[in-house]
């Protein structure tokens, strides 16, 4: 009964949920040149659906047309989205204003990227930077998650929207933490996507070996799920060929600055072209617009991390309480 009593206290004391009655701002990089076809009608169109929905849940929208701690200010909610070309990368004093703002704690970051298909303006041999300037990211602020070097495709027909390469997701994690996201949205379009995977060690790593309390996926592809690459880099943690249920998006939560800040990252983009904000692809019903509301309610949901204070009050309030319960066993055996 104590060990119970302890238990539930110490699970409880993970994080404290914080209400702030001010709108949150959730900012998406438009940096010029940067975000793939963001200029065309369709990646407009749904670029204005997103920003519309956001602000229809009392969220300021503000487009960033650069990257700084003085854009960053103010902000609770941060997307990037997939670049276009090697033009976009992003520069040092970019990576350290977002890693700055994201140590500050209760902060969201939406993390997008693609696949290495090649478009025909691009390198051949090499479209490393679809997955390594997002990771440049996750590498700043301690992110577990990694984006990889290749591209998935499912042929399994309830796996896609007609063709492998036009992914939807198979499988949404409904337990916990990653519940709150995927609730009521199993379907996602992830059209020719990268996938998630973990970095450990220093090293890239499958999934499966940084999954957590804290690191957990959201959605992933069939048993027939396929790695493959299309320029000259291979993959980092699995193998071209490779076959198995590999994960479109995941979520972690990482404690800094005496807050939980929180990182979701997808194998497609909330930004671009043909990305996860899509109600219908080929005929096949989704729901994106759901995932996506929900993710920016968990994302922006500020959580308190549990103090050495804190802490303490919580032992001698189980202390309080075993007394408590040895008192009142002690005086009904005397009843007796």
Do not use: C
């Amino acid at each position: 009964m104590i060990l119970l009593i302890f238990s539930m206290l110490s699970v409880a004391m993970l994080s404290v949920p914080v209400a702030y009655s001010q709108a949150k701002v959730v900012a998406i990089d438009l940096t010029p040149g940067r975000v793939k076809d963001i200029e065309s009608e369709f990646s407009q169109k749904l670029l204005g659906w997103l920003e519309g929905n956001l602000t229809a849940q009392g969220y300021t929208v503000k487009e960033l047309t650069e990257v700084t701690s003085a854009s960053l200010k103010g902000v609770d909610a941060l997307v990037i989205g997939k670049l276009k070309d090697e033009k976009g990368a992003f520069s040092s004093a970019e990576v350290e204003a977002i890693r700055n703002w994201f140590k500050e704690g209760g902060k969201f970051l939406w993390i997008g990227a693609d696949s290495d298909y090649v478009e025909p303006y691009l390198n051949p041999e090499d479209t490393s930077f679809k997955a390594g300037e997002p990771n440049k990211i996750l590498e700043a602020i301690g992110s577990h998650l990694r984006l990889e070097y290749g591209s998935l495709e499912d042929p399994n027909p309830e796996a896609n929207a007609g063709a492998a390469y036009r992914v939807v997701s198979f499988e949404a994690n409904t337990a916990g933490l990653a519940g709150k996201i995927t609730a009521n949205a199993p379907k996602v379009l992830f059209h020719g996507p990268t996938f998630v995977v973990g970095f450990k060690q220093g090293k890239y790593v499958p999934f499966s070996e940084v999954a957590s309390e804290n690191v957990v996926w959201l959605y992933r592809s069939s048993s027939d799920g396929t790695v493959v690459s299309h320029d000259g880099v291979d993959p980092k943690a699995v193998s071209v060929g490779q076959t198995g249920k590999f994960v479109e998006a995941a979520a972690e939560t990482i404690k800094t600055n005496g807050k939980f800040s929180k990182v979701l990252v997808t194998g497609e983009s909330l930004t671009g072209d043909r990305n996860v904000f899509n109600t219908e692809y080929h005929g096949v019903k989704l729901q994106g617009p759901t995932f996506v509301l929900q993710a920016f309610a968990w994302g922006t949901t500020v959580e308190e991390a549990p103090t050495p204070v804190t802490t303490y009050i919580a032992i001698v309030i189980v202390i309080v309480i075993i007394i408590a319960v040895i008192a009142a066993f002690l005086m009904k055996r005397k009843k007796k």
